[in-house]
C-alpha cells in the first residue's frame, strides 16, 4: 500500500473530522482481510472520498476517466487522491464501457481487495433511492465474496447537485452487516442476481431512511463535470 495513499488518505480524514466531524458506524462490519464489496447509495460526488476515509481497509473505485485529466489545483488533487486510492479509470461512453468494468473489478476482488459500487449506477438527484443494477451480485456471486452494504447520509449537503464548492454539513457514514453469497447458491442464476441486489438495497434503505423509488436512476442527457 503506497505511502502517498495514506498520507492522503491522513490528511483528507484529519480535515474532514475537523471540519464536517462525520459520524462512522459499524466498521467492524467490514471483513478486515479478503475480497469484498462495499455498496453504497450515491448522492454527491465526495461520496468516493467519504466511504475510503471511513472504511477500515483500503477501498477501491470505478472512476470516469475524466478525473485523471483534470488541471488546476482542484484537478490535481482530485487525480492524485484517484491514483493514491487504487481509483479505476473507465471510460463511461465505449460500448464495452460496462462490461470492461465488471471485468476491472472481478481483477480486484479475487486479488482479496476491498471494491466499493453504487448499484444504482449514477448519484440520486432527488435524494430517494433508486432499484439497484444487478452487477452488485454478479459481481459477489462470480468471485464469491460478501456485500457490505454502506448508508451515506449528508454527503448531498456538502455538495448540493449543480455545485462545486463544499458547504458544511453533517455526515454520517454507516457500514452494515455482510450479505453472503452463500445464501443464493440453491436459487437460477438471474432470480439470484436479483435477489441479492434487492436485499442489499433493502439494507442500504435501513441505514440511511430514505424514500424508496420503483424505477432505475438514469445518468442526466447534460452532465456537470462531477457527475
Do not use: C
Amino acid at each position: 500500500m503506497s505511502t502517498y495513499y495514506w498520507v492522503s488518505r491522513t490528511a483528507v480524514m484529519s480535515l474532514a473530522h475537523a471540519i464536517w466531524r462525520p459520524t462512522i458506524l459499524g466498521k467492524d462490519n467490514v471483513p478486515k482481510d479478503g475480497g469484498v464489496l462495499l455498496a453504497s447509495n450515491h448522492l454527491s460526488f465526495i461520496d468516493s472520498f467519504a466511504i475510503p476515509v471511513a472504511a477500515p481497509r483500503k477501498v477501491s473505485f470505478l472512476a470516469k476517466s475524466e478525473y485523471f485529466t483534470g488541471t488546476g489545483v482542484r484537478g490535481r488533487f482530485v487525480r492524485g487522491f484517484m491514483e493514491a486510492g487504487d481509483a479505476i479509470p473507465v471510460d463511461r461512453d465505449s460500448s464495452r464501457g460496462a462490461q470492461d468494468s465488471l471485468d476491472l473489478a472481478l481483477e480486484v476482488l479475487r486479488a482479496g481487495k476491498a471494491f466499493g459500487i453504487y448499484p444504482e449506477g449514477t448519484r440520486s438527484r432527488d435524494g430517494r433511492l433508486y432499484r439497484g443494477r444487478t452487477g452488485v451480485a454478479f459481481l459477489s456471486l462470480t468471485a464469491g465474496v460478501p456485500v457490505v452494504p454502506v448508508g451515506l447520509v449528508g454527503t448531498d449537503k456538502v455538495q448540493p447537485v449543480g455545485t462545486r464548492g463544499l458547504k458544511m454539513a453533517d455526515v454520517t457514514v454507516a457500514f452494515g452487516q455482510p450479505i453472503h453469497p452463500s445464501a443464493y447458491a440453491g436459487l437460477p442464476a438471474g432470480r439470484a442476481r436479483r435477489q441479492l441486489t434487492d436485499d442489499v438495497m433493502d439494507a442500504i434503505a435501513a441505514l440511511t431512511g430514505q424514500e424508496r423509488a420503483d424505477t432505475y436512476n438514469e445518468r442526466p442527457a447534460t452532465e456537470t463535470p462531477d457527475d
